[in-house]
């Protein structure tokens, strides 16, 4: 039963550890939980129906180790672990986009960088997803920019038409932060296809070594400078 729900919670779909926080009074990590307690108790239910029951459930996700949706205030885990600034307020309508935004790079971006599971890179035509165009190896055309990808920008936009000028400056260097971040993900997802194509491939004698070394690969990035950005469009 505690096995259940420690595999439950232990699962990255659901949770979230934080690599540097930890709770004062246990001295655990601090989990931040990918969903409201309900709907993490309807994912848990479902996955095992004859598991524990609701009660003990929610008493397991008590503590200061759980950090939920719920306590963020519409923040995501990492706004919250990285630190923020109030602004003054921007409207509702930008913060629902800055959500979508701030889901779309942690959860989905990634998710359409496109690798074989041999271990290639596959073009796609919105610049930003094509792995090969990022190792400067494709020779394809990418006409596309996926909307999504498109509001990394007109939400900076926006937000400084909103708010006053001496913030200009800083935000440029958090949209900076936020392609970098894009990036890294893109590295993973690469890296990571590369780790499990080598341990199939493994045979009884051989061994797979994996040293942690900084990455270095000479980037070309879709967004350089929004100039050169929209010059590479069409
Ligand atoms: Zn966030
Ligand atoms: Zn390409
Ligand atoms: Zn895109």
Redesign the pocket.
């Known amino acids: 039963m505690l096995e259940q729900i420690d595999r439950f919670l232990n699962d990255k779909e659901f949770v979230n550890m934080s690599s540097y926080k930890t709770d004062a009074k246990s001295g655990k990590p601090i989990k931040y939980l990918q969903d409201t307690k309900k709907a993490l108790w309807e994912r848990f239910a479902e996955e095992y129906p004859n598991g524990m029951r609701h009660t003990s459930f929610m008493i397991c996700l008590e503590g200061g180790q759980y950090v939920y949706r719920e306590n963020l205030g519409g923040l995501c885990s990492t706004c919250n672990d990285c630190g923020y600034m109030v602004f003054g307020d921007i409207g509702k309508r930008l913060l629902t986009k800055l959500q979508e935004l701030c889901r779309y790079i942690r959860r989905e ?1 990634s998710k ?1 960088l496109e690798v074989t599971a041999a271990g290639i890179a596959v073009h ?1 035509s ?4 094509c792995i090969r165009h990022a190792f400067r190896d494709c020779n394809l055309n990418h006409p ?7 509001s990394i920008f007109s939400f900076f936009e926006e937000l400084k038409a909103a708010i006053s000028e001496e913030y200009f400056e800083i935000l440029d260097e958090y949209q900076q932060k936020l392609i970098a971040w894009m990036a890294h993900h893109a590295r993973k997802i690469y890296l990571n296809i590369h780790v499990r194509t080598n341990l199939e491939k493994l045979d009884e004698e051989g061994t797979v070594m994996i040293v942690n070394y900084k990455i270095r690969i000479l980037p070309q990035s879709a967004r350089e400078t929004k100039t050169e950005f929209f010059g590479k469009r069409g």
Do not use: Q
């Open positions: 971006y359409e796609n919105c610049i930003s997803h596309v920019t996926c909307s999504k990808c498109e």
